[in-house]
C-alpha cells in the first residue's frame, strides 16, 4: 500500500521560513509515479494548488501566489518531496498536502492526483 506522509508544519511569524517534507512509502511496489505535487487547504476554501514536480526530470511549476517564495524538490534515492517556504505570509496560513500522480505533463489539477498524504498544519502569524 502507498502511503505519504507529510512533517515539517509549524507556526511561524511573517516573513520566516518552513522546510515541509512528505515521505513516500512503497511497502514493495514500485514508484510509479510520474508527478508529485503540494496543495494547500485553508480553513473555508478548498484544497488549491501549490507547486509540482516531474519526479524524473525535475521539471517544477508553481502558482502564481508562490513564485519566487517556495521551491519545491525531491530525492528520488529516499523517495521523498520537500516544500521549501520562504518569506511566509498570513495568506499562506493552511492545511499542506503532498500528492503523487502517475500521469505526466504538469499536473495542477487535484482530481488527478492518485494518493494524498494526510496533510501538515502551516500557520503564519502577523
Known amino acids: 500500500q502507498v502511503q505519504l506522509v507529510e512533517s515539517g508544519g509549524g507556526l511561524v511569524q511573517a516573513g520566516g521560513s518552513l522546510r515541509l517534507s512528505c515521505a513516500v512509502s512503497?511497502?514493495?511496489?514500485?514508484?510509479?509515479?510520474?508527478?508529485m505535487g503540494w496543495f494547500r487547504q485553508a480553513p473555508g476554501k478548498e484544497r488549491e494548488f501549490v507547486a509540482t514536480i516531474n519526479w524524473s526530470g525535475g521539471t517544477t511549476y508553481y502558482t502564481d501566489s508562490v513564485k519566487g517564495r517556495f521551491t519545491i524538490s525531491r530525492d528520488v534515492a529516499k523517495n521523498a518531496l520537500y516544500l521549501q517556504m520562504n518569506s511566509l505570509k498570513p495568506a499562506d496560513t493552511a492545511v499542506y498536502f503532498c500528492?503523487?500522480?502517475?500521469?505526466?505533463?504538469?499536473?495542477?489539477?487535484?482530481?488527478?492526483?492518485?494518493?494524498w498524504g494526510q496533510g501538515t498544519q502551516v500557520t503564519v502569524s502577523s
Open positions: 500528492a503523487a500522480a502517475r500521469m505526466a505533463g504538469q499536473v495542477t489539477d487535484r482530481g488527478d492526483y492518485n494518493f
Open positions: 512503497l511497502s514493495g511496489r514500485t514508484f510509479g509515479f510520474h508527478v
